[in-house]
């Protein structure tokens, strides 16, 4: 049973920071391409930031580009996304994905395995 468990949210003020984790489990991790995706009410969910198998390449949104830092440990089974500067226009539930496709896949539907996600909040 594949299992992503995100963790790191919270209640936040402009300009903070926060690291999400993503621990995986039940999937050979290093064969998945890993995503961060938010949602904020009334929007459609969206890709932040992705990294590919092995963590050499990665891609960010321009919303965040600079601010967010996206890294994974393949022997920890885990994806990070520290996230610096917030701003409240960041404030969403936040969702870890893995996927077989590439690096840049925004359409959530070629995502195969999501967590729960975690909730960001972001007050001005």
């Known amino acids: 049973q594949v299992q992503l468990v995100e963790s790191g949210g919270g209640l936040v003020h402009t300009g903070d920071s926060l690291r999400l984790s993503c621990a995986a489990s039940?999937?050979?991790?290093?064969?998945?391409?890993m995503g961060w995706f938010r949602q904020a009410p009334g929007k459609e969910r969206e890709l932040v930031s992705s990294i590919n198998r092995g963590g050499g390449g990665t891609y960010y949104a321009d919303s965040v580009e600079g601010r967010f830092t996206i890294s994974r440990d393949n022997n920890k089974n885990t994806v990070w996304l520290q996230m610096d500067n917030l701003e409240p226009e960041d404030t969403a539930v936040y969702y870890c994905a893995a996927s077989w496709t590439g690096l840049v896949v925004t359409d959530p539907n070629q995502y195969t395995h999501w967590g729960q996600g975690t909730q960001v909040t972001v007050s001005s």
């Open positions: 039940g999937l050979s991790f290093d064969n998945w391409f």
